[in-house]
């Protein structure tokens, strides 16, 4: 019952944005990936904000039920709240008839298992799309990375042209339609769009693009990894392709902070430094963050690490490769939260040479940890939704206020939380 009211709403809804869109001339710009979806897409909304008229959502309504309510405003009820979904389709029913008031609306798309993104071409086409990585992601339903690249490159069948990362994204199947897509990239000599003269400067990173060779463009950003270039270059490379101005582009790109859960800078205890990066992992994502972390000068670095949810067979395998991925060198002490972070990351971390803490739980490891922070220390948290890393950061931060900055903090979110 609950599978035939779902696609009944999938019907309804995505036949609504369908006709939205024949109705009103507004463009669509979507986001794929198997690492930094959200980011990319905030930063692409915020930057054309700067002249253009943008609907997007803050959160990551990424699945095909939820990314139709993106497009008339409104959040997701309850699958079985029928009039709230009543009130939903007969509100979209004006909107379609009256004055829509967006040049573009940026949408992300995700996947849980094979055959997913394909499905929002029910009622999607996107005049642009982002492939922001191809990496390892709920590996319970892939077999390998050439299946994940096949789900992530499928938005190859519903959209004009592709802004495409090489550096993350290895594998391009043989069937994909190169001459649309337009790569970026710091890696690559011959890249169409590269990124280059990365400068780390005070509180972030200046740097340039060139496209083909020729400079097209100097920014600076707020950010502490040279990873978080990614979303913002992409973003820029759509916003000059749309026209929007060198100035406005730069301003706005001067402004773009860090995200919720997503290698964001909170102030800690004893004046530390808290890198949040606590709203998922996987493997490559994990080594991004821990390389961020080396690359940091403190007088004591901690990471925090949560499990990686969804890797099914390989699990073990990827957690213990992430243990041996911690370096004593740049690590005083590794505190992991959760089973296989428990039983296969901190042996592997341990036998490598760090100095290593199983926490029973994220609320443990942040009891733990708030009488052994020195002045001055860094301290990364990452970890996979369930694990709930982010709230072993509570005793840590400086300021209660800043609890809520800290992801899935809503009241049906620490509710699931105390049950966990």
Known sequence: MKSILKNILIWILGSQVKRLRKK??????????????TSTKLAIAKILKSEKRVRYQEGNYNDIISVPLMFFGHTIPSLWNIFSWIGIIIKNEIQIYFNYPFDFVVVELGTDAPGQIIQFRKYLYLDIAVVTAVALEHMEFFKNLEEVAKEEW????????????????????????????????????????????????????????SKENQKIIS???????????YSITVAIIIAKNLKISDQKIKEEVSKVK??????????????????DDTYNASPSAVKMALDTLYSRSA???????????????????????????????????????????????????????CQVYEAKNSVVAGEFLKDKIKADAIILAKGSQNGFVEEALK???????DFSKLVRQSKNWMKLKKKS
């Open 24 to 37: 009103h001339n507004f463009k669509i710009i979507g986001v794929v990936g198997s690492i930094g979806k």
């Open 154 to 209: 499928s938005v190859n069948n519903f959209s004009d042209i592709i802004f495409a990362n090489k550096d993350l994204c290895p594998i391009i199947p043989k069937n994909v339609n190169k001459q649309k897509i337009f790569f970026y990239g710091k890696d690559f000599g011959s890249i169409y769009y590269k990124i280059e003269n990365i400068l780390k400067v005070k509180n972030g990173f200046s740097f340039d693009i």
């Open 219 to 229: 920014a600076f950003v707020s950010a502490v990894s040279e990873i978080q270039l």
């Open 258 to 275: 860090s995200f919720s859960g997503r290698l964001q800078k909170l102030k800690g205890i004893n004046n530390s430094l808290i890198i």
């Open 299 to 353: 007088i004591q670095k901690i990471a925090i690490l949560g499990m990686m949810n969804e890797l099914g067979a390989i699990s073990e395998e990827e957690h213990k490769k992430i243990g041996k991925y911690c370096n004593p060198k740049f690590l005083d002490l590794v505190v992991t939260v959760g089973k296989d972070a428990n039983a296969f990351l901190a042996p592997a971390a341990r036998a490598n040479g």
């Open 395 to 401: 005793p840590l931060l400086a300021n209660k206020s």
